[in-house]
């Protein structure tokens, strides 16, 4: 029942580690001369008087700082401008921030993020440009880079299979496969080489051992699809989970980034086997293609793959 069909196969793997290190280079890059001259902009008299009710007659209240990813600030806080454009200026323990141009929603409700921050604790101040020191503080904890060494993020990536290994035998159901960790990825926790019969996870910092064992065994998934199901099961489980007709399978081979990369019919099968292996109310990242699996949809699943000693 083997197919030829690599689930998620890039052109090769350090080609592709580092053609993607150089786009995120180049648009860390592009924000940083952005940063620089909407800074130049709004320092300037003629941007600062061009809309004065952005800047000197509105107000600006912090809400909220957090650090969604390291070394990484997100500052929430709303502004009574009527265009909703604000320019603030921010303290990082006293240390000015270039201005921060924010755009607000229709309750002015704004949110900005400041990537490049030493990781610690924090005081983050915000006010009006032009008043240094600005007066609305908060403390957060900034998670550093340089906190988890590549190795830490190794012992987190093995702990993670161990666990996998409890909760799904894939020594006895995918016996030829083989599970690596390579470089870090951003954007991309894992991805499976069906002709290879290998299962990559990237190395990335940040990630809790749930969240790795969650990679692994969505990886598993696509391993376990390419081993066992077939074009009538696939199509099954798409009638199943209610996929639209005309739901691609899988992006034949094309790396997809961003929301898009669940829009395929191999994602919520990969999705649902995470959901059935834990058993618990994991919630699947495809649900801009079906719903949230039943007990039904995953007792289904089991059964379409008929394992070995697995009792569905
Ligand atoms: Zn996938």
Request: hydrophobic letters at 40%; glycine letters at 8%.
């Amino acid at each position: 029942m083997k197919e030829a069909r690599p689930a998620h196969r890039p052109p090769s793997v350090s080609l592709r580690g580092l053609s993607q290190a150089l786009v995120f280079a180049l648009a860390a890059l592009a924000i940083a001369f952005f940063a620089i001259i909407q800074w130049r902009g709004a320092a300037s008299p003629a941007a600062t008087t061009a809309n004065p009710s952005d800047t000197a007659e509105s107000t600006v209240t912090l809400t909220r700082v957090s650090s969604p990813a390291l070394g990484t600030l997100r500052i929430k806080g709303t502004t009574t401008a009527a265009s909703g454009r604000s320019t603030i200026a921010a303290t990082v323990d006293g240390f000015e921030l270039p201005l921060l141009e924010v755009g607000a929603d229709a309750d002015g409700v704004f949110v900005v993020e400041v990537a490049g921050v030493d990781g610690g604790a924090r005081t983050v101040c915000i006010g009006p440009p032009g008043r240094i020191p600005v007066d609305q503080c908060t403390r957060v904890f900034v998670t550093d880079v340089s906190e988890e060494t590549p190795a830490v993020v190794e012992a987190h990536i093995t702990e993670a299979i161990s666990v996998v290994r409890e909760r799904f035998d894939f020594d006895r159901h995918v016996p030829n496969w083989a599970i690596e960790i390579t470089g870090p990825n951003s954007g991309l926790g894992g991805y499976t080489a069906a002709d290879e019969s290998t299962i990559y996870i990237s190395a990335n910092p940040g990630r809790t051992l749930d969240d790795y064992v969650t990679t692994v065994l969505h990886e598993l998934g696509h391993a376990v699809d390419h081993e066992y199901m077939t074009p009538a099961t696939r199509q099954l489980f798409g009638e199943l989970r209610g996929h639209r007709t005309d739901l691609p399978w899988d992006s034949g081979g094309t790396l997809v980034f961003g929301d898009d990369r669940w829009r395929f019919g191999s994602e919520d099968f990969a999705e649902v086997f995470v959901a059935w292996t834990l058993g618990d109310t994991y919630q699947t990242q495809t649900d801009m293609v079906a719903p949230q699996p039943t007990e039904a949809d995953q007792h289904a699943l089991c059964e379409m793959l008929a394992l070995d000693g697995v009792t569905c």
